[in-house]
């Protein structure tokens, strides 16, 4: 991969919780405008290797780096700051607040008006703008006036997605976001997860095969703490280690 393409690199990243070892050494790169899945059984660690790239956690040894600069162990809000962002579970949510005004609390903070309660928001133009492009986005602009609790399950992880997006990141995270969905609502989903990566960087981790198939340019297989491959959907297809340790032989 061509240097200046690369915007993440995971670097011999291991992590232990007091003596248990999840990850030994966890190698891969991401490129810029790449969509890259985290595959691997449950347990493997993926959630782990999450929690490590956006700074929950801090790893026991190796690096991450991202646009050239290591930023391992730096603090979530931080790492905002530099437009990698991960998009929590719903908790992160507002029950209470408006859509739109769950969506805008992240636009304001953006830019910088997040302690001016002087400034209306909605005095700027730019922000009820860019709200309402994320919302279309989202495909939540009909609901805009409903509190965020009203909304459907599918809904709810949509607007997630939202508040992820009002802060304009480069590289987003998104951890099993269809998890506990229907078909149907999985389906929009994965629509409207390709619509808002679109120049933007993903990794996203995904327990169902179509979705991760259809959706990834590459995949990445964690198993037992390491990547086992990484490579574009074809190559991890016909990976016979890959097969034998994880998709079995259909
Ligand atoms: N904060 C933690 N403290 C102790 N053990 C943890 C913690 N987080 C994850 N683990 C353990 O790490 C292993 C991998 O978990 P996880 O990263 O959630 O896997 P995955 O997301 O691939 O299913 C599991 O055995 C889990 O119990
Ligand atoms: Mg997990």
Do not use: W
């Amino acid at each position: 991969m061509n240097q200046s393409r690369e915007i993440l690199r995971v670097k011999n990243i291991a992590k232990d919780f007091s003596g248990l070892e999840v990850l030994k050494s966890v190698n891969f790169k991401v490129a810029k405008h790449e969509r890259h899945a985290v595959i691997g059984p449950n347990g493997a660690g993926k959630t782990t290797l999450f929690n490590i790239i956006s700074g929950k956690y801090k790893p026991s040894s190796g690096s991450i780096v991202f646009k050239g600069e290591d930023i391992s162990g730096r603090p979530p809000h931080i790492l905002n700051h530099l437009k990698l962002c991960r998009s929590f579970q719903i908790t992160n949510v507002f029950q209470e607040l408006s859509v739109f005004d769950n969506v805008r609390s992240g636009t304001r903070c953006r830019n910088g008006l997040c302690y001016n309660f002087f400034k209306k928001p909605d005095s700027v133009p730019e922000i009820k703008e860019e709200t309402e492009r994320i919302l279309e986005q989202i495909g939540l602009a009909n609901e805009r006036d409903i509190p965020a609790r009203e909304l459907s399950y599918g809904q709810q992880r949509a607007l997630e997605i939202g508040i992820t997006l009002s802060t304009q990141p480069e590289l987003i995270l998104l951890d099993e976001p269809t998890a506990g969905m229907t078909l149907e609502e999985t389906a929009q989903a994965i629509k409207m997860i390709d619509r808002v990566t679109l120049n933007r960087t993903l990794i996203i981790i995904e327990h169902d095969m179509n979705v991760v198939f259809s959706l990834a340019d590459t995949i990445s297989v964690l198993h037992f703490g390491e990547i086992l491959a990484s490579g574009n959907p074809d190559e991890i297809r016909n990976d016979q280690r890959v097969k034998d340790a994880y998709l079995g032989e259909e």
